[in-house]
Every structure is written in structure tokens, then in C-alpha cells.
């Protein structure tokens, strides 16, 4: 039995259709029993667990041959992390006692960072559940290209994408989700005994340029990419409605400065296979 978290976004439900396929019995762990309908449709089965609650958490891992952790994300955490502590304390007591054969939890490119920046939630996470007696692998991926689902408005109404990357001729490491979600379901199944750090991104590197061009050969009309002043982006999260914006800005300069890389730069890591286009022309469809 593969227990899987967070099965109800991207990655998560790529990471249980592939190991169905592939014949595997599924539990899908939601916080709703409502979301587990469909699952149930496919043959999975289900159980009801809040993050935050390690006797859930344990009764939905117990006996499994592996479990997949992505923690909810935390776009606006408070100065110390504590949403993602609590999290992750809860995971790390459910682990420990239910046991299971080996863990795939994912985490993030610049997870070894020593700047602290909106990422340093996933460093925590690997400390934390790094330190049990367990087989486990952190998948570090690259910046997500699902990321750009933010600028298909701005690209078919303006012609324009606001760029937070920068410079915009700069090759950044991006990958597609359903990249992570293969590359996961595939070491869930293999055999490991110890800890491991597996980091992945796409085939190649990508600019902001050349996100622009892929929205421009997509919607058929040239969309450009504009740098947004970083001198503007604390009071433009904040008006977004962010409470502390600054963890989501020291992580974007640290895109932009390259200590948010990784570990082993570009020549270390796993090399995806889903292309720019492909992504955007999926989330343009979505729409």
C-alpha cells in the first residue's frame, strides 16, 4: 500500500495515477472526505487526515510500503515558521510510529540555503524528518513552470508578463510538474535503505524571454516580458494581502542572486522531460 499526501493538487494526483497504473494499491490521504470521491472511483482508498494531526496522520500511514509527504504550502508564514513547525512535527511523530518502509517527501531546489527566505519551510522539513530511523529520499525540484498559470491573464489582455525573475535574459532551473510527480512515483517504488537527495529540473534552463516567447507562439500575438521594480515588491505583495512579504521576497532574490541553486549546480541534477510549451499550453486549456 503507497500512502499519498496532498493527492488532490498537481503533483500529488500525478504520483497516485502513476502507481495505479503501474498496479499499485493506493491510499489517498485528504483533508476532506469529500475530496476522496473521485479517488474512491479509482479504486483507491481513502483516509481523512488534517496535517496538523500526528494520530491521523499515523493511522494513515500505518502499514504502508511507502508514503509520499508534500507539505501544504505557506505563501504568507509568520516570522518563525511556526504553521509549518507545527506541520511538520505532527508528520515527523506520525512517521515515527506508524513505521512505514521508506518515505518520498518533497521538498525544494535551495533547500540547503543559509539564507533564511520563504524556501528555509522545506529546510526545516528535511532537518526534521532527516533526523527519524527511516528510508527517505528528498526530491528537490526546480521552480515550478505550473507557476506561470499567474500570467496567462496579463499575456492575452496586455501582451505583457510581470517578471519577478530577473534579469530576464538569465537561464533559470524550472521544471513541470509532471516531472515531479513521475520521477516520484518512480524511487517510491525502489528499494532504499539510508537518506538520499534527489534534485530535479527540466531539460534546460529558461528565461523570462523565453517564457514570453513560449506565451507568444501559444496565444499566437508577441507577448513580451517586463521586470517588476524590486523597490515595489514589498508594498505590492502587502496590497495583495500578504502579512509579511519578506520571506517571498529574500526567496526571489535569491533566485535572482543564484544562492537559491542546487546543491550540486545544474551538472548534479536529474534532468526532466516535459517542455516550456507543453506546460503553458495546458494551463492556456485550463482556462
Avoid at 228 to 249: E, K
Wanted: charge should be negative; aromatic fraction near 6%.
Amino acid at each position: 500500500m503507497y500512502a499519498i499526501t496532498g493527492i488532490t493538487g498537481r503533483v500529488g494526483g500525478i504520483v497516485a495515477r502513476r502507481l495505479l497504473a503501474d498496479g499499485k494499491n493506493v491510499r489517498a490521504v485528504v483533508r476532506d472526505v469529500n475530496k476522496g470521491a473521485a479517488w474512491i472511483e479509482q479504486g483507491c482508498e481513502v483516509v481523512v487526515a488534517d496535517m496538523r494531526d500526528s494520530g491521523a496522520l499515523q493511522t494513515a500511514f500505518q502499514g504502508a510500503e511507502a508514503v509520499f509527504v508534500l507539505l501544504p504550502p505557506t505563501f504568507d508564514p509568520t516570522g518563525d515558521f511556526a504553521e509549518t513547525r507545527e506541520m511538520v512535527a505532527a508528520l515527523r511523530n506520525a512517521l515515527q510510529s506508524a513505521q512505514p518502509g521508506r518515505v518520498v517527501c518533497i521538498s525544494t531546489i535551495g533547500a540547503q540555503a543559509a539564507q533564511s527566505n520563504l524556501l528555509t519551510q522545506l529546510q526545516i522539513l528535511e532537518q526534521e524528518l532527516g533526523a527519524l530511523d527511516l528510508p527517505i529520499t528528498f526530491l528537490r525540484p526546480a521552480w515550478f513552470m505550473e507557476n506561470f498559470a499567474w500570467d496567462i491573464s496579463s499575456a492575452m489582455q496586455t501582451q505583457q508578463i510581470a517578471s519577478f525573475l530577473q534579469p530576464l535574459d538569465k537561464p533559470f532551473p524550472m521544471v513541470a510538474c509532471a516531472d515531479v510527480g513521475r520521477v516520484a512515483a518512480e524511487l517510491l517504488q525502489e528499494n532504499l535503505e539510508g537518506k538520499r537527495v534527489v534534485e530535479l529540473e527540466g531539460a534546460r534552463r529558461i528565461t523570462p524571454n523565453e517564457v514570453a516567447a513560449s506565451f507568444s507562439r501559444i496565444l499566437g500575438s508577441t507577448v513580451h516580458a517586463k521586470v517588476v521594480d524590486p523597490a515595489s515588491w514589498s508594498t505590492l505583495f502587502m496590497q495583495q494581502g500578504m502579512c509579511n512579504p519578506m520571506p517571498r521576497i529574500q526567496m526571489l532574490q535569491g533566485f535572482n542572486a543564484g544562492w537559491i541553486e542546487f546543491e550540486n549546480g545544474s551538472s548534479g541534477s536529474r534532468k526532466g522531460r516535459v517542455e516550456l510549451d507543453t506546460v503553458i499550453r495546458a494551463l492556456i486549456g485550463e482556462k
